[in-house]
Nanobody, 122 residues
Framework: QLQLVESGGGLVQPGGSLRISCVASGSAAIGWFRQAPGKEREGVSCISRGGIITSYAEFVKGRFTISRDNAKNIVYLQMNSLKPEDTADYYC???????????????????WGKGTLVTVSS
């Protein structure tokens, strides 16, 4: 059983930046997902177990950067040029440890954190 804990959410003005973190209890391919009120959960970015391969949803390309510290099992999501439509609960999730590559499909994830709220507003 892998445990995930997110942190770093908060209120930020449009155009601002925020970095959220996910601490995992073990090594796995990790993804960041988000869910806004009344909307389905969607994949934002993911990183392979080794940290070599990353993937981004089109709506965050060029603005968000995912990275990981394998020694500490922490995955970061650096979010720049934030927009009001980025407001959501952000969740990190892990694939079953048998998988090395990551995915942006929520249904592929085996373990979930409880989320951290990001609010982009003036």
């Amino acid at each position: 059983q892998l445990q995930l804990v997110e942190s770093g959410g908060g209120l930020v003005q449009p155009g601002g930046s925020l970095r959220i973190s996910c601490v995992a209890s073990g090594s796995a391919a990790i993804g960041w997902f988000r869910q806004a009120p009344g909307k389905e959960r969607e994949g934002v970015s993911c990183i392979s177990r080794g940290g070599i391969i990353t993937s981004y949803a089109e709506f965050v390309k060029g603005r968000f950067t995912i990275s990981r510290d394998n020694a500490k099992n922490i995955v970061y999501l650096q979010m720049n040029s934030l927009k009001p439509e980025d407001t959501a609960d952000y969740y990190c999730a892990a694939r079953n440890v048998a998988f090395t590559l990551c995915t942006l499909r929520p249904s592929d994830m085996a373990y979930w954190g409880k989320g951290t709220l990001v609010t982009v507003s003036s």
